[in-house]
């Protein structure tokens, strides 16, 4: 009997070749309005940045990912010490202090701690083991849990970075979701997620002073140009606005490569980067986007693959929690620009403009295809039966 390695995962890697392209287009019709002399800048950066994160993939795929469970701690306290660092030597962009200053790069603490974070969290419940817990058994694990999230959470929310805290959050709940603790001890937790969403909403009907203490100015300005983007046209609802009319104006087949009005005029903001599925959506139109978006839910689908024929418990809660991380980064920014969702500052994953934001997605797919490297299919002399 012995174990089979399985070859790498081409459907990853196709997927991977298509955001790029998409990725490429996208960023040159997107960046024009901020190209100074050369139009291409954007577009050099960013394949400059896949071939280094194609580099960082095949090195983390290599290497074995069992190894990293002993050293989930390290990571995790060192991606504390940078979001420590950020607020001290951090660059502002747009009044938010986010990134670090490298000279080559900006690095962006917060991409990488999700990750650390997530490998940190599945170290803890892989040490579970797979039978469920009863609800008194998962109160120490869970505050164990807590006590290592919240700490980033505080520090990218100060930032203030109101969408990755959501995001980390989410993925720490699809692995609790996913693990041996006790269904009551989520669903309690589900339940007092409920009852904070539900608490703002009273105090916002109700004490409206208190909620202000609460909620920042800048993020209920957000939330009122959601709402009603019309009526705030000339504040946060301008993004969601012309978001909207140059998907809209794509229609069925878009309006050509580098042809997008809202985008090429500089109506949309931030269109290489957070609102670059609008670039898409003019310049491409509902067959681009549903091609895009298909290509999404086919690299979800293929790491659920991986992680049901993961050998390993840790193996699985890294799936998971890549899985968490996509998701949510996925439905968010293509949600905000279609007025589904608030506007926040998430990327499109393997498609907007970002070095730290890149690198931090190829990592997590090359920790995926390491768990998929490392999975034994156990071969059965004649029948060649498969467990």
């Known amino acids: 009997m012995q174990p089979k390695k399985l070859p790498i995962d081409y459907t990853i890697v196709f997927l991977l070749c298509c955001f790029f392209i998409f990725s490429l287009l996208a960023i040159y019709s997107g960046s024009g309005q901020y190209a100074s002399g050369d139009p291409t800048f954007y577009v050099k950066r960013q394949i400059v940045f896949y071939v280094i994160g194609f580099i960082l993939m095949a090195v983390i795929a290599y290497f074995d990912f069992e190894l990293i469970e002993k050293w989930t701690l390290a990571l995790y306290s060192a991606g504390l010490i940078l979001l420590i660092a950020v607020r001290f030597i951090g660059i502002e962009k747009n009044g938010a202090i986010r990134w670090i200053n490298l000279g080559f790069m900006e690095l962006q603490p917060s991409e990488v701690m999700k990750i650390f974070l997530v490998l940190h969290v599945a170290a803890l419940l892989t040490r579970l083991g797979k039978y469920r817990l009863s609800f008194r058994e998962s109160i120490p694990v869970t505050l164990k849990i807590w006590m290592y999230t919240l700490p980033p959470t505080f520090l990218i929310l100060k930032q203030p970075d109101l969408g990755t805290a959501l995001m980390i959050l989410f993925a720490v709940f699809a ?6 603790i006790s269904i009551k001890m989520f669903m309690l937790l589900f339940s007092l997620g409920l009852t904070g969403l539900g608490t703002l909403i009273f105090l916002y009907l109700y004490n409206f002073d208190l909620f202000n203490r609460l909620i920042a100015d800048h993020q ?7 709402l009603n983007p019309i009526e705030y046209s000339q504040g946060f609802g301008y993004q969601l606005q012309q978001a909207m009319l140059g998907i809209g104006s794509g229609q069925l087949s878009g309006t050509g490569f580098n042809q997008g009005y809202q985008v090429q005029s500089g109506r949309i903001p931030e269109a290489h980067t957070d609102f670059i599925f609008s670039v898409i959506g003019e310049d491409f139109g509902f067959l681009g986007t549903s091609i895009l978006v298909i290509l ?14 993961a050998s390993s418990l840790f193996g699985v809660y890294i799936c998971i929690g890549v899985i968490g991380l996509f998701a949510f980064q996925i439905f968010q920014n293509i949600g905000m620009t279609i007025g589904l969702m608030p506007i926040t500052g998430l990327a499109l994953p393997f498609i907007s403009y970002g070095g730290s934001a890149l690198l931090t997605n190829m990592m997590a797919i090359g920790l995926v295809t390491s768990v998929h490297l490392r999975t034994k299919e156990y071969m059965f002399s004649s029948d060649e039966t498969i467990e």
């Not at 692995?175 to 041996?180: D, G, V």
């Open 175 to 180: 692995l609790i979701f996913a693990s041996s």
């Open 220 to 226: 209920l300005a957000r939330i009122y140009g959601w």
């Open 296 to 309: 999404f839910f086919v690299l979800i689908y293929r790491i659920i693959t991986i992680a049901f024929h």
